[in-house]
């Protein structure tokens, strides 16, 4: 089992930028597929990024592609996603959420462990 904590949220003017780091737990996070998701007020949890084990592969929603970034240091156990050209239609409240599985897609269910979120609000 893996503990998750996200941070780097906050309050931010639209066209700005924020990144968001996730520490895990564990000395084998490399072993884990990491994800971000956001959820808004009302809406669905919804995949913003992942990143393989090796951080060779990465893959993005179509809504953030251009303007997120996806890393990890497994020597630090640490996913990030630097998020630039902010929108007020970012505002949610960010999940990291970690893979055991083999083949890891997009889906929120593929994701054993999750944090518990940090809020991103980007005003107008």
């Known amino acids: 089992q893996v503990q998750l904590v996200e941070s780097g949220g906050g309050l931010v003017q639209a066209g700005g930028s924020l990144t968001l780091s996730c520490a895990a737990s564990?000395?084998?996070?490399?072993?884990?597929?990491m994800g971000w998701f956001r959820q808004a007020p009302g809406k669905e949890r919804d995949f913003v990024a992942r990143i393989n084990r090796s951080a060779v592969s990465t893959r993005y929603a179509d809504s953030v592609k251009g303007r997120c970034t996806i890393s990890r240091d497994n020597a630090k156990n640490t996913v990030y996603l630097q998020m630039s050209r902010l929108e007020p239609e970012d505002t949610a409240l960010y999940y990291c959420?970690?893979?055991?599985?083999?083949?890891?897609?997009?889906?929120?269910?593929?994701?054993?462990?999750w944090g518990q979120g940090t809020q991103v609000t980007v005003s107008s």
């Open positions: 564990r000395r084998t996070f490399s072993s884990y597929v």
């Open positions: 959420a970690a893979s055991t599985r083999f083949l890891t897609t997009d889906d929120p269910s593929d994701y054993a462990y």
